[in-house]
Each structure stands twice: as C-alpha cells, then as structure tokens.
C-alpha cells in the first residue's frame, strides 16, 4: 500500500504521524507545498492550481492512495484534485466532518479554521449533508502563533480566549447548543490542550489528524495500534529542505531524516 | 516617468504611498505577488525566482524605473533583480540603511523585520557598509497581527513588549548603545505609533516606507510634498483581485478602483 499525503506545509505531518501509529507496513510519501504556502488566504482557483499539481505528483511518485491533509486544499480543491488523478482521494474536511456526525447528541457543531476554509463554507456543506448545524470561525493568528513556537504562552493563551468567546457568543446570538469542536486546521492538534482548557467541558474536541488517521485505516482494513516498524517515509518539500528538517520534527513528533527538493513550477 | 513598484502583497502599497505624496505626476505600476505571499519564511533561491519574474513583468508593462517595496526580496533577490531588468532598481533595504545612517549618532542601529529578511544579513551588511553597527530581530507575528487588522489591540502591544524586550536585552549583552530602529517591513508602518509608545524616546523610529519615497524623490529630481493629482497608478495581482481591493485599501489609505489580475505561472 502507497499513501500519498499532502499539505501545503507541516500541518499535515500531524496526520502523517497518526497514520503511521494506525497503519503499519503502509509506504508513506509526504508532499509538503512550501514554496507557496500558506494556502489559507488565498483563491478557490490559485488553492485548486497548486492543489492539483502537487497530487499529481504524489501519484507519478507511486501513491494509490491520496489523503488530503490540508483543510484549505480539502476544503477548495477536493473536487478537482479527484478529477484530475486515478486513486482514492480522502480529505480532511469529510473525516472532520464525520467525526463530528459520531460525536454530535444535539446536532450542533462549532468549527474553527483558516480564513479559505471558513470562507469556503465547505465545512457547513459537508455538515448539513450529515444533518448537523455548523457554525464555523477563521482563527487567522493561530498558525503563526504555532509556527513560532509559542504554544504553551499566554499571548497564545489570550488569542484562543478571545477567538472562543466570540465563537460562543455568535453561537448564542445564532441559537447554536452545539456539544463538539472540530479543530479545521492541521495545525490546531499542537494546540490541543490549550483548546481543551479554553472549552467547556461540554464541547468534546475533535482533532481532524486523529479523526482522519482512523477512518484511512478503517477505509485500507488495516489493524489499529500495530507496531509500524515496516513503515517507510519519503519527504518532499517544494521549498527549503534544510527548513523542512527542522521545523517539521516538530508537527512529526520526531527527527525528519531526508528531504527531497521538488519544483513545481511557481 | 514610469515607476514599477513591486511587494509580494500589500505592504508596498505603503510605499506607494508615500510615492504619490512626493512624486506628481508620474505614472505607476503596482504588483502585488498575492499568489506566492508571503516571501517572509522562504528560501534565497525561490524568493529570488519570484521577485525576478515579477521584476521583469512590470518592466515588460513599461516601467523605467522599479521600486523593490518588499524587504525580503530586497534583502535576498536584489543583484538577482538588477541583473534580470535593464532599468534602475532601488530596494528599501538600501534606503532604510542610508536613513539610519543619517540618523544615527551611536553608530549602532536595531532593525526589526520578517524571519528572511534577518537571516538575510542583509541589513547588517548593508549597515556595515555605511559603518553602522546593526542587531537585528525577526518579529513574526507582527504580519499576521497586522493582517489579522488587530492595529490597536492589547494582543499586539503585549507581541511587541516581548519582541522589543528580547532585542533591548540582546543589545544589552552585545553591548550596543543603539539610537535609531529601523523598522525593515512595509507592514509595520501600520503599527508606527505603537512601536513608538513601545520604545523609550532616545531611540528614532525609521518608517522605510517613508524614508524610501523620500530617497526615490531625490534620485528622481522630483520636488518634495506638491499636489498629485496627475499620478495615475494601475494595480497588478497574481491572486484573487478581489481580496487585494478590500485588503489593499488599508494600506494605501483610500479606496483601491481596479486591479488586474496577473498569472506569473505557478
């Protein structure tokens, strides 16, 4: 089994890093676009673009299967990137959303992301289509917060609160009893404890990495919790290798050993 | 007179700006590289490639002289911009040292800017050059911030304490008696005044923005603050054009009419 992942940066080593505890033996190949990312302000067409040639390039690579762990590409680019190559393709929104579907008593969730996926309301579609209310928010300081590795720090601390309350308070406003929060972005699950404090206890949240990670492995019949000593990783970056190494043992939770350098064009 | 300005998104219009102030009369050529943006956090090789075909663009539009308003791609793309176009070209990171050199009585400077552009060195070498000591802080968050449209906001005074406090107490230890901070990002212009509460009195806030329209003015020969009612300026982007009129406004301090959208591949 070949599985392609794909991110526009880190964020989705998050979800490859889930995959490879869940799915063992599995051939791994992660494609991170970071010579155009981040993909989270940016069009419909130019996320499609980018989106599209960097999964043909994971299929010209060998992979079979797709995982679309970027909640923009997923939440823009779904579409045409099934259309464009000849393998399964699974995207983080569907798995969030899914999720979401299982945990959901009062049918009412809340969705934080990027500006691009708020903005493509492809969380609230995927949502209604399972019969639940979505109320999304765009949380734009959250990634750069991570990225400069200030996550446990108060002015994170203090960005979150202020994210949350609005959130709840056009929840209110909206009559939203919503008991589930799906984190949309790949980059949030490094902040998960700080959402777990910042929620009520009544609002279970949702990690799109872990939700995605299981339903790839129950799609592919393979166990759950194996040891993933077979597994191999090929790493390709778009930008800066050197970069990629260091900043994505970060988001992989261990040393990224060989990156290789790709051009897209761009 | 043609002038091309060119940025990877919005914070050159800042310059721009400051441009139309000084400069009556003449004709301008904006582009905002939206599809690539930020250049902030990538690599010498793949910033270069973007500024340069986004150099020689303006240029094919007719431009005779070019304004590099991007720190980044002035800091790292420069020598490759002025061997790629046969016109002038100046970059604001060569302007901000010519200013700090004006001002500074100490010699010693402080320059805050993207992640890029400070490991550049580009400041620091082109302070050297003018025998100026500089230290310099990459300050990541203030983009975001800026974006995010949290100007006045607690969140970001408390950003800029931190950011500030590490770079007086790293000075301190260099033993650095600066007086003068340039401030080496065309967005931070928009938390002038914040920067300046920030900062103690004895150290002279440099806007390169300001000070580099200044410095085009006086190569140009054109005289200083006179009415510019004959200006006319078209706006190019790579992405959505859209987004580039609402966010764009902000920066150039009035209403943006038309923008073309522009695919430099990629």
Chains 1, 2 share one sequence.
């Not at 980018?50 to 999964?55: D, E, K, L, P, Q």
């Not at 579609?125 to 750069?144: G, S």
Request: charged letters at 20%; proline letters at 4%; a negative charge.
């Amino acid at each position: 089994m070949r599985i392609g992942v794909f991110d526009s940066g880190f964020g989705g080593l998050t979800v490859l890093r889930a995959l490879l505890d869940r799915i063992p033996g599995a051939e791994f190949f992660y494609l991170g676009d970071t010579a155009r990312l981040p993909y989270g302000a940016k069009s419909r067409k130019t996320v499609a673009r980018y989106a599209v040639s960097s999964a043909k390039f994971l299929t010209s690579e060998g992979a079979d299967h797709l995982v679309i762990a970027c909640n923009t590409a997923s939440a823009l680019a779904l579409d045409a990137i099934r259309d464009a190559v000849p393998v399964p393709v699974l995207g983080v929104v569907e798995t969030g959303a899914n999720a979401a579907r299982a945990s959901s008593r009062t049918r009412d969730v809340l969705v934080v992301a990027t500006a691009a996926t708020v903005e493509s309301r492809a969380y609230a579609a995927a949502c209604a289509e399972r019969e639940l209310r979505a109320l999304e928010k765009a949380c734009p300081l959250l990634v750069p917060l991570v990225e400069e590795g200030w996550i446990e720090h108060p002015v994170t601390a203090e960005v979150l609160r202020i994210y949350l309350s609005e959130l709840m308070e056009e929840a209110a406003a909206a009559n939203i009893d919503a008991d589930t929060l799906v984190l949309g972005c790949t980059h949030y699950p490094l902040l998960r404890a700080q959402f777990e404090r910042a929620t009520p206890r009544s609002l279970r949240v949702i990690d799109s990495a872990q939700v995605t990670a299981e339903q790839v492995a129950e799609m592919l019949g393979t166990g759950n919790g194996a040891q993933n000593s077979g597994s191999r990783v090929r790493f390709y970056a778009t930008d800066s290798v050197a970069k990629f190494s260091a900043l994505g043992g970060r988001f992989l939770g261990r040393a990224i050993p060989a990156v290789e350098l790709v051009d897209l064009g761009g």
